[in-house]
């Protein structure tokens, strides 16, 4: 009998894109795999042989993340995240009805609809983490809590949030909230999407976590790119998809390496190309590049240190160029630097001679590439979508 999953994705790049090629494996292996999503992401999904559940998202699409946030900002946060949980708990519900999974995998930021429907349908969950994972000894946001504004923990958005995951869970027939609903509690079964010995406090997570690296598609599903004829040395510069609205730090690398021996290519995202004005003809910019394929081929990668797009240039052994574009990323750039796996730059020190320099060194230090090259061989033996797969495969079997 085919065993039935429902994934909850959190509709962002990052957190969906690891889990493509699991879900594609397992129906490989003849599970039959239900996703809820938005329609942003809806073909992706499908075409991985999923069915999908569509609901319509309250974070908006296709946006671009300011650096900073305010301490009013922050306090909105959670009955943001709360609403967009109970979203897809509705979707996911009615289309359920009578055809329930035997196992819920939900992504962390998707916590609250996944445990709620997994204890309401009485059945086991398993966490996807595209995320450094957290556990009682360690916690990126507690390790950060001192670099964000203070807010009133009586602020009328997070006692809001309070009443309506109340009203969310007992409206279910469920308990009220408890610690798990607002911590990273852990499942059974926890797939996390990073290197292991990249994660902090590596050796405090027992075995119901599973280190899997990034999880990448196969390369004949990826996205082609041509080097330069020129042969000369590729240098990737790129801000992911939430935090690409950057003008004055495309404009600073243009400044930096115009001229220089290198191949630049640059994706701008929210920024039209047109506006960064006359390009020097040693840069190749668009909009969006297809990032695998030119980090197989890149000397560096220049970085806003998103967890996802630094394990791929581990993937690839390329060593990194981190100018974080938010406080949480910063812990991302901070932690590859401190393994000596590329330099960071903060986001106040940016200037065309500072990537210049971080470039150089990126480029030049044997050391770095030593150490990439050491934790490339350990991503790739983590086993990715495989062995995601693997373990997942594994534990609806043993339900």
């Known amino acids: 009998m085919k065993r039935h999953i429902v994934f909850f994705g959190a509709p962002y790049q990052g957190h969906v894109n690891p889990t ?7 129906v490989s292996r003849g599970c039959r795999i239900t996703y809820a999503t938005t329609e942003q992401f809806a073909k992706q999904v499908a075409a991985t042989g999923a069915e999908t559940i569509r609901y319509e998202s309250v974070w908006p699409a296709n946006r671009s993340v300011p650096a900073e946030l305010s301490a009013d900002e922050l306090a909105k946060g959670p009955v943001q995240h709360l609403r967009e949980n109970i979203a897809a708990t509705e979707a996911v519900e009615r289309e359920l009805e009578g055809d329930l999974p035997d196992l819920v995998v939900y992504d962390s930021l998707m916590n609250f609809a996944g445990r709620a429907l997994a ?16 556990n009682e000894h360690f916690s990126v946001l507690q390790a950060l809590a001192g670099e964000f ?57 027992d075995d119901r976590y599973v280190f899997v690296g990034p999880g990448l598609p196969a390369p004949a599903d990826r996205d082609p790119w041509s080097p330069p004829a020129s042969g000369a040395p590729v240098l990737l510069i790129a801000l992911g998809t939430l935090f690409n609205e950057r003008p004055e730090f495309y404009r600073a690398c243009v400044q930096a390496f115009a001229g220089q021996p290198w191949h630049v290519v640059l994706a ?28 197989e081929r890149a000397r560096v990668f220049v970085t806003h240190a998103g967890l996802r797009s630094t394990m791929e ?37 940016v200037t065309p001679e500072a990537l210049r320099d971080a470039v150089r060194t990126a480029d030049e230090d044997l050391g770095i590439r030593e150490r990439v090259s050491a934790v490339r061989d350990r991503v790739r033996a983590a086993g990715g979508a495989t062995r995601a797969a693997d373990a997942i495969e594994a534990y609806v079997r043993s339900i």
């Open 313 to 349: 240039a581990l993937h690839f052994g390329t060593p990194m160029v981190s100018v974080a574009q938010s406080v949480e990323l910063d812990f991302t750039a901070r932690r590859t630097a401190e393994l000596g796996l590329g330099v960071r730059i903060g986001r106040g020190e």
């Open 20 to 26: 493509l090629p699991v879900v594609a494996d397992l």
């Open 149 to 205: 504004p203070a807010f009133d923990p009586q602020h009328p958005a997070l006692v809001e949030f309070g009443t309506k995951l109340a009203e969310f869970r007992l409206g279910h027939g469920l308990s009220a909230p408890g610690p798990a609903d607002f911590l990273a509690a852990a499942e059974d079964l926890n797939v996390v999407f990073v290197e292991k010995e990249f994660q902090p406090a590596a050796e405090t997570f």
């Open 268 to 295: 701008t995202g929210h920024v039209d190309p047109a506006d960064l004005g006359d390009l020097p003809p040693n840069f190749e910019v668009h909009r969006s590049v297809p990032q695998l394929a030119v980090l």
């Open 119 to 134: 204890e309401k349908w009485e059945r086991p969950a398993a966490q996807s983490v595209p995320l450094l994972a957290s």
